[in-house]
């Protein structure tokens, strides 16, 4: 038995132009005209038997141009005719041939010590051993960098070297865009064959739906049981009651598989030095919550991961981590004034510590230049506002830094407009009779500690009247707002110097300003989070690789995971974690039986590449048949043109 089918199946539609001549026939049978003859018994005679021949050669005409039509539709609709008792030619007309690759991360998973993209590596390279000179191989996979050096027309096949440089991708292209770019290649080759294929583990994706190309997928993932494993969201939990180089590292671990996994190993490394192990169990198809102790050897930038160790794709085990850590904080206090409240000077010192340094700044002396010298910023009793002051609060708000504000009487029109804008308030009046605190907010961390318990000592005395819609407010009372956060900045609404506010002498008043230098301080943070694909702007930059690449503040796209120390002109240094993004952690199978012009490939996909080997192309007999009937037709039309043309008739005189 064999089997017929079409590589160009789309032109099927076309059949139906054979019927054309048909209605053409139809529509254009005209009467003979009328002659009169003298002899009208021996015209009739003669017209009847010219009609049968006549409709004869019409019918037959007729059969020959629908056949033409038909034949050369056919033709160009690549019928293929192959058997079980044909044997696939050695030899096959040239054709060119795309090859998709699908190498983002997914591919890298391992069983039987080998990746998926070892094994679609090999697929390249039995490709490669199956063409011939006259063809014309054109790689393309889902890494757009790849692509921009290698995704080229190579003759005979793709150079091996090529092949080994194909790695994994965190940012892959999608499938649509992958074909557009094989198929302009293939428009370049200018070849009749064509063929594209698709080297994919059947991770889920967008397939296109094109009429005019038939997609081949081979499919070299065996392994059906994707027991993956992955680690996200590493950060730091600050303690804000006790400071302590003893932190703790959160994150969440996701068993993605159908089976539970016992006795997993944890790793924690800081910097390069591993800090912590422990195993857990992780039960199937669940995210659990772990966190790790680990114990900070210095001050300034901390940077690692924590990772699971022995899985089977590697990509999505770590997630790292960045943050700052000061156990000894610089805080400026910006202010005109040469000595410090003693409340504010009590509070700083045991804030500060032992090693720590507090440092009294005038306005006019702040420059930008100074903002990484210091952990702790406080605004305190400023009654000019010089431009330099605005400059520094405005790059804090913008880096998502924070500061402490305390007021005074004596504060500039400017410096409440500014404030106004940044914490939405309206400054009524200076009031100096004293208010009590009736509400402490219990959901912020910096007044967390205190809602629910009574305050012994609860007045506040000279603040400003502030009016408000949707104000955060920490402390308030009477009608009167207190204390208010925006984002990392704190606004005391209240003279710290004042001796009539016995909220200061409260015991109350340390916890809550303790915490609120924590909230606004950069000695503990959780830092910033980044996934790959992200953009940043710096003047130069340093890569997990250890490559440095001076930018200039021009756009950087994030390409690979890992740690990132961004460095500023004046040689300040920012350190960030870069993610691996997880939407590939988790496999979830194509299916291909809904999709049209897609066709899955068995296990023996090798046996259908260049499909013209493997049966008879019917194309060119169909041609060379429908040449033949053209030929026949000119004969039919030209001998009934010259068995028309009258006989000379010689006249007999009389």
């Not at 038997?49 to 007729?62: A, C, G, P, S």
């Not at 033409?68 to 539709?73: D, N, R």
């Not at 994150?251 to 089976?259: A, I, R, S, V």
């Not at 804030?351 to 605004?379: R, T």
Request: with cysteine; charged share 20%; hydrophobic share 40%.
């Amino acid at each position: 038995m064999g089997s017929l089918s079409f590589l160009n199946a789309g032109f099927l539609f076309f059949l139906a132009a054979a019927i054309l001549p048909l209605l053409i026939w139809l529509l254009a049978k005209k009467k003979p005209k009328q002659v009169v003859f003298p002899t009208i018994r021996f015209i009739k005679t003669s017209q009847e038997q010219e009609k049968k021949k006549t409709r004869f050669k019409n019918i037959l005409l007729l059969i020959i141009r629908m056949l033409i039509i038909l034949l050369v539709t056919l033709a160009a609709t690549r019928p293929l005719f192959s058997s079980p008792r044909l044997k696939p030619s050695a030899h096959h007309p040239p054709t060119a041939l795309a090859v998709l690759i699908d190498n983002s991360y997914s591919m890298n998973y391992v069983y039987d010590s080998r990746s998926n993209l070892d094994r679609a590596k090999d697929a390249l390279k039995k490709i490669n051993s199956l063409s011939n000179p006259d063809d014309r191989l054109i790689p393309v996979c889902s890494d757009e960098n790849w692509n921009r050096l290698h995704s080229q027309i190579y003759a005979n096949s793709i150079p091996e070297n090529i092949i080994e440089s194909i790695s994994v991708t965190y940012e892959p292209l999608t499938l649509p865009a992958m074909l557009k770019q094989a198929k302009n290649r293939l428009q370049e080759t200018q070849f009749a064959n064509q063929e594209i294929y698709l080297i994919t583990d059947g991770q889920k994706q967008e397939y296109p739906s094109d009429p005019d190309l038939t997609l081949q997928v081979i499919n070299i993932a065996e392994n059906k049981d994707f027991s993956n494993l992955s680690c996200s969201q590493a950060q730091v939990l600050p303690k804000l009651a006790e400071k302590s180089r003893r932190q703790t590292i959160e994150f969440k671990l996701t068993n993605y598989g159908n089976q539970d996994r016992h006795e997993v190993l944890i790793r924690t490394v800081l910097g390069e030095a591993k800090v912590g192990e422990k195993f857990v169990n992780l039960p199937a198809r669940q995210t659990v919550n772990q966190s790790m102790v680990i114990d900070l050897q210095k001050d300034g930038w901390q940077s690692g991961y924590v990772e699971v160790v022995d899985d089977y794709l590697e990509e999505d085990n770590r997630s790292y981590f960045a943050f700052p850590f000061y156990f000894s904080p610089q805080i400026a206090v910006i202010t005109q004034n040469r000595s410090l409240p003693p409340t504010i000077n009590s509070l700083l010192r045991v804030y500060a510590g032992s090693e720590g340094k507090i440092h009294l700044i005038e306005p006019q002396q702040l420059n930008l230049s100074m903002l990484d010298q210091y952990q702790s910023y406080i605004f305190l009793s400023t009654p000019s506002f010089p431009p330099q002051m605005r400059e520094i609060i405005n790059f804090l708000q913008n880096s998502n830094r924070g500061a402490l504000f305390c007021l005074s009487s004596n504060i500039s029109p400017e410096y409440k407009s500014f404030l106004e804008n940044i914490f939405k308030v309206k400054f009524g009046a200076w009031q100096s009779q004293p208010k009590s605190i009736n509400y402490i907010n219990p959901h912020h961390f910096t007044t967390a500690l205190l809602a629910g318990k009574s305050l012994h000592f609860n007045t506040i005395s000279d603040f400003w009247h502030l009016d408000g819609m949707g104000i955060n407010s920490l402390l308030s009372g009477s009608g009167e707002v207190f204390s208010l956060a925006k984002d990392k900045f704190i606004l005391w609404n209240f003279d710290p110097a004042s001796e009539r506010s016995t909220f200061l002498l409260d015991a109350a008043f340390p916890v809550f300003a303790y915490r609120c230098l924590e909230h606004t301080s950069s000695s503990i943070a959780s830092g910033e989070k980044y996934i790959v694909g992200d953009i940043i702007n710096t003047h130069s930059l340093i890569t997990p690789g250890g490559e440095t690449l001076l930018l200039s503040n021009r756009p950087y796209k994030l390409s690979q995971p890992g740690i990132y120390i961004l460095q500023k002109a004046d040689r300040s240094e920012t350190v960030i974690a870069v993610e691996t993004p997880r939407q590939e952690s988790e496999f979830i199978p194509m299916d291909y039986d809904g999709l049209k012009n897609v066709q899955l490939l068995g296990d023996n996909w090798q046996d259908k590449l260049f499909a013209t080997r493997l049966g008879y192309e019917l194309g060119k007999i169909l041609l060379a048949i429908a040449l033949a009937l053209v030929i026949l037709e000119i004969i039919l039309v030209k001998s009934e043109e010259l068995r028309s043309v009258p006989k000379a008739v010689t006249n007999s005189g009389s």
